[in-house]
């Protein structure tokens, strides 16, 4: 019970113990929280389950009550901080908008949160393609989202026909490639400041060049602290 916070490790007076479910859901969050660092820092293949099991300050028995092992306790840390960025992400999108416009809010608060959260922006983009088949598998279905998505601006093109077939998919997979190598060499002080360029090779196969540098330059003027 040393993971519960003092208000949640007893009963108060009068009241219902917590059940067993909650107290587990509880110590889960805990160790995942403590397992990010531990994979961001470490790397997948250079954690053990004995690091994660001291950063989270808890049993080997309290681990394994919980997660079959490392594979298992990373892919519930990546679904997890997946889950999270996309609720997040979600939020803050404008609804009713352009596609275009929705490609750009989308695109500069998710490099806001990888600013804001490196080490768990480097578990899902770098530490991910190290932790094996399933691991993998999980990362291809979130790039085959995004694919998706992308695909959408062929509706706007007029030459939609005449776009190659693997467009978004090399698209997406570029743009994650850089992201991943800023997190390895830790460059994110300043990875908001991608965002001219990011948005304009995602969006100008679509709407074309002069389009595209307008509603970027909107876009930036409308983030843009007023006087």
């Given at each position: 019970?040393?993971?519960l916070?003092e208000?949640l490790s007893?009963?108060?007076?009068?009241?219902?113990?917590l059940?067993?479910q909650?107290?587990?859901a509880h110590?889960?969050?805990?160790?995942?929280?403590?397992?990010?660092?531990?994979?961001?820092?470490?790397g997948y293949?250079?954690?053990?389950?004995?690091?994660?099991?001291a950063?989270?300050?808890?049993?080997?028995?309290?681990?394994y009550?919980l997660?079959?092992?490392k594979?298992?306790c990373?892919l519930?840390?990546?679904?997890r901080i997946?889950?999270?960025?996309?609720?997040?992400?979600?939020?803050?999108?404008?609804?009713d908008?352009?596609w275009?416009?929705?490609v750009?809010a989308f695109?500069?608060?998710s490099l806001?949160?990888?600013?804001?959260?490196p080490?768990?922006?480097?578990v899902?983009?770098?530490?991910?393609?190290?932790?094996?088949s399933?691991?993998?598998?999980r990362?291809?279905a979130?790039?085959?989202?995004?694919i998706?998505?992308?695909?959408h601006g062929?509706?706007?093109?007029s030459r939609?026909?005449?776009?190659?077939?693997?467009?978004?998919?090399a698209?997406?997979?570029?743009?994650?490639?850089?992201?991943?190598?800023?997190?390895?060499?830790?460059?994110?002080?300043?990875?908001?400041?991608?965002f001219?360029d990011?948005?304009?090779?995602l969006?100008?196969?679509?709407?074309?060049?002069?389009?595209?540098?307008?509603?970027?330059?909107a876009s930036?003027?409308?983030?843009?602290p007023?006087?």
């Amino acid at each position: 019970m040393a993971l519960l916070p003092e208000h949640l490790s007893k009963a108060a007076v009068g009241r219902e113990r917590l059940s067993r479910q909650v107290i587990e859901a509880h110590q889960r969050e805990h160790i995942l929280d403590a397992a990010v660092a531990i994979f961001a820092k470490r790397g997948y293949q250079g954690t053990t389950v004995d690091h994660l099991v001291a950063a989270a300050k808890i049993g080997v028995g309290s681990f394994y009550a919980l997660f079959d092992g490392k594979e298992d306790c990373f892919l519930q840390a990546y679904d997890r901080i997946v889950s999270a960025a996309s609720d997040q992400l979600a939020a803050t999108l404008p609804g009713d908008v352009p596609w275009p416009e929705r490609v750009c809010a989308f695109l500069r608060a998710s490099l806001a949160l990888i600013a804001a959260e490196p080490l768990r922006a480097r578990v899902v983009l770098v530490e991910v393609q190290t932790a094996g088949s399933p691991a993998l598998a999980r990362y291809q279905a979130t790039i085959d989202g995004l694919i998706a998505h992308l695909r959408h601006g062929r509706a706007l093109s007029s030459r939609a026909a005449e776009l190659p077939t693997t467009l978004e998919e090399a698209t997406v997979l570029g743009l994650a490639w850089l992201l991943h190598q800023r997190l390895v060499v830790g460059e994110v002080e300043e990875i908001e400041e991608l965002f001219p360029d990011f948005a304009e090779i995602l969006l100008e196969p679509y709407l074309g060049e002069a389009d595209t540098k307008r509603l970027i330059a909107a876009s930036i003027a409308a983030s843009s602290p007023r006087a």
